[in-house]
């Protein structure tokens, strides 16, 4: 028997905090402050090969979400990654994109954010395999994306980068060198809240839950890669 969408939902956010992605060993040493520099220093430069490009994640939905009310929280949300925010009348800057403040928080752990250096920047494997896992989201059927992208990304973090702040701060890095996490931290509950609404429409029948649920898990297994060749390169 199909649940209703909204009773669906909420059972899929609650499984995916639930999944190894988020239980994982790696993510354990944030929590338990058992990290130094140099393993956030590894962190931080394989994590932007994925986090430069979020804005291509988001633009690659739009592009294949048909429904015009479900793609309206998405621009939204690519609004705010190039640093514009519709509540306080903020309109784009470039010094505020996400990226632009991921790359304080490189700085913050002595890596060189010119351009060459950062393009020079040699993801792991698993890394490769992660962020080609959400630039191929143009290949995807939206609803599957959705999940990926909804529950399986946006819902998660703000759990997740609170136990990455807690290894940041535990490294001896400053609040102001954290901003990128404490902000997404706030932010994308709201995100995960529009994308929520964006995708309850089409989480009516058994099938499309279905697909939702795979997206969602999906994604989650292939950010468990990417973790586990953080741990398998930092040497711990």
Known sequence: MTVTAEAFVDQLQKDCLEHPAMKHSYL??????ELNKD?????AEQYYCFS???SRYLAALVAITPDEASRAPLIKNLHEEYGGRQEEKQDMDAERTHPAIFRGFLRSVG???????LNAIKPLPETKLFVDKYLNIRFLNYIEAFGGMGPGTEYIVPQMYTLVREGC????LSEDDVLFFSAHIELDVEHAEGIKDSLLPFAQSEDHQELLRFGAMDFLDARTVLWDGLERASKF
Do not use: Q, V
């Open 28 to 33: 354990k040493r944030f929590e338990n402050r």
């Open 39 to 43: 393993h956030i220093k590894l962190f």
């Open 52 to 54: 430069r490009h979020f």
């Open 111 to 117: 890596i060189d954010t010119s351009p060459e250096a």
């Open 169 to 172: 701060r535990g490294a001896g």
